[in-house]
């Protein structure tokens, strides 16, 4: 099989390893805070990109009433949004269920807009939304995030879980793409 070859480099380190543990941690109290009277709670986990967030924010939750979900969503083509978003695969049964949905990153929303509409249609209790990063990019729309970590500036950005078509998910800081 042929391989296509990206003409890519990582630029400027944006947020380094240690700075997104430490926001990772706060943000673990906030949303345990929220949830405190909750019994049980899907986590519902935004494939691929979110998974190693999810993971490192749930490493410091020691409680077994979240529930990780992980759903194969995408949106993005390149380094362009595609508009449409597709979910592959079955939500679990949310009847009734406290969700928090997690994302890697908030840009245009229409990702965020779409999962948290689709929830709300399986008549669940109540939907909280997460994401690592956000973009300053201007939405047509008001926001659907209610915990976050780190605004950014509006550039493409890979690593900690973000990819540029599979490329530098495993980065362990998340840097600016020079393509
Ligand atoms: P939105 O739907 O425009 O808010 O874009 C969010 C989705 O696009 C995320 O789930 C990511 O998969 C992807 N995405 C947006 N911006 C970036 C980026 O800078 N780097 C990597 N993926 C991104
Ligand atoms: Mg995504």
């Given at each position: 099989m042929e391989r296509t070859i990206y003409k890519s480099q990582v630029g400027q380190i944006l947020i380094d390893a240690d700075s997104i543990a430490s926001a990772i941690s706060a943000l673990a109290r906030q949303i345990t805070s929220t949830f405190k009277q909750s019994q049980d709670v899907s986590v519902i986990v935004l494939l691929d990109g979110a998974k190693r967030f999810a993971d490192d924010l749930f490493g410091f939750i020691n409680d077994g009433k979240f529930r990780l979900e992980y759903i194969d969503v995408k949106s993005y083509n390149g380094t362009e949004s595609a508009g449409a978003v597709e979910i592959n695969g079955d939500l679990p049964n949310l009847e009734g269920a406290d969700v928090l949905i997690i994302d890697d990153i908030y840009d245009s929303g229409t990702t965020m807009k779409h999962m948290t509409e689709t929830v709300k249609s399986h008549n669940p209790g109540i939907v909280k939304t997460c994401v690592l990063l956000k973009k300053q990019t201007p939405r047509d729309?008001?926001?659907?995030?209610?915990f976050y970590a780190f605004d950014i500036p509006d550039c493409f950005v890979v690593g900690y879980g973000l990819d540029y078509n599979g490329q530098?998910?495993?980065?362990s800081y998340i840097a600016e793409l020079c393509i």
């Open positions: 729309y008001a926001d659907v995030v209610d530098y998910r495993q980065l």
